[in-house]
């Protein structure tokens, strides 16, 4: 890849973006489509400008880090007191929808793809069960629909990425290891660790950072200007320290904005000017790789069986094991199914796909895996920009 020629086209392409971004969202048209429309567009796919091969290394690093700092300022966000009065329904979806998710998954992909083993075809499951609100971001955003209906989808989209990350490793573990008979407590024990030491030290993080920023702010030490930047260092120290001592590094990253934006106002102000920002643009740089030289590679694997598969994962695989969570919750069908459409798959999808790559290499069958993803991407890019704003103003109009 020549990486001087991509960076001259991205920065381009933000120039563009921005002048016409407002004008664009009138017709429902969002970043991510964008940017995953032009590097189709200059892709080999289309007018072919550059010849994109992707450098694993420098990718995967890139959307984890996207990734993470996604996670860390949705966390940020989140209104604890807020959330600790409507828990139930977050609690529902991430430990009722979400095995459902799973397990639904799972099984229609046996009948799609017969001769891929059974856990191949869970790791698909896992691949395809986070959810992306930077692809809805007008539903999490537009303050007309009710703060417990957003909060409900932002939390699901926080912590679904890490609750299944943990699961996703340990089934790779097992392919690798050909050990799929191992013994269940070896396998708990390593995603208590992940999800607890992830925790903990991205708490810790989180708090000990806010704290200092606070103290370094009273004694007049910091520089206004510098304020954006602590919430970048904050998310991928919380990482980082997380991976070093066995933990979720991307769980370290959610609790790590939890405590940092539920502890200080201030600081909570900042990381949503980051969110806006710098975050906004590491997410649709990775989206313009993903059109650019994902996209391509997997287009020779993509069935008829693949794309089924795809629009299943988008629908009924997502909407229906949600609906069936939230029965009981005293929300009316409209609610429930609005808030099961909302299901995005975008850069976590992306990202996990490249972690398995890493680990596991050219397998056979994998081929399948990686074009499901990016097709359900790419359908998911394409159904939840167009449709967020008008869904989000219908049921705005319908609830007030």
Not at 116 to 125: I, Q, S
Not at 366 to 380: C, H, P, Q
């Amino acid at each position: 890849m020549d990486e001087h020629r991509v960076i001259l086209i991205i920065a381009i392409i933000i120039l563009l973006y921005g002048y016409i971004s407002k004008w664009l969202a009138r017709f429902n048209v969002s970043g991510p489509m964008v940017f995953t429309g032009l590097g189709l567009l200059l892709s080999p796919l289309g007018v072919g400008f550059t010849q994109a091969h992707i450098d694993t290394e420098f990718v995967t690093v890139l959307v984890e880090v996207a990734l993470v700092l996604v996670l860390f300022s949705d966390a940020a966000l989140l209104d604890l007191k807020q959330l600790k009065q409507a828990w139930q329904l977050p609690a529902r979806l991430l430990f009722i929808g979400l095995p459902i998710t799973i397990a639904a998954g799972a099984f229609t992909a046996k009948l799609f793809f017969p001769e891929l083993p059974a856990l191949y075809l869970l790791m698909l499951a896992l691949l395809l069960t986070p959810t992306d609100a930077a692809l809805g971001k007008a539903v999490v955003s537009d303050p007309k629909v009710p703060t417990k209906i957003r909060s409900t989808i932002n939390v699901e989209s926080g912590l679904n990425d890490g609750i299944v990350f943990p699961i996703l490793i340990t089934v790779v573990a097992m392919i690798l290891s050909e050990q799929g008979d191992a013994q269940e407590s070896h396998w708990l024990t390593y995603v208590i660790k992940q999800i607890l030491f992830g925790a903990l030290i991205g708490g810790l993080v989180g708090y000990l950072g806010t704290r200092l920023q606070s103290l370094c702010a009273k004694r007049d030490f910091l520089v206004e200007t510098y304020l954006n930047l602590i919430p970048i260092a904050l998310a991928i120290l919380a990482f980082y320290l997380a991976e070093a001592f066995s933990g979720n590094g991307f769980i370290a990253a959610f609790f790590a904005g939890l405590y940092a934006g539920n502890t200080s106002e201030v600081a909570r102000g900042h990381i949503e000017d980051f969110a806006e920002s710098e975050g906004e643009l590491l997410v649709l740089i990775s989206f313009f790789i993903f059109g650019l030289a994902f996209v391509p590679i997997t287009l020779p694997f993509v069935t008829t069986e693949v794309v089924l598969y795809s629009l299943l994962s988008l629908t009924l695989l997502r909407m229906l094991p949600v609906i069936l969570s939230l029965l009981g919750s005293r929300l009316d069908l409209a609610t429930s199914v609005f808030i099961a459409w909302f299901g995005p798959r975008g850069v976590a999808s992306i990202l996990y796909v490249l972690i398995v790559a890493h680990e596991m290499g050219s397998i056979h069958g994998f081929e399948t895996l990686y074009a499901v993803v990016t097709v359900t991407v790419l359908m998911s890019i394409l159904a939840h920009g167009l449709s967020a704003q008008p869904l989000a103003n219908w049921y705005a109009g319908r609830h007030q």
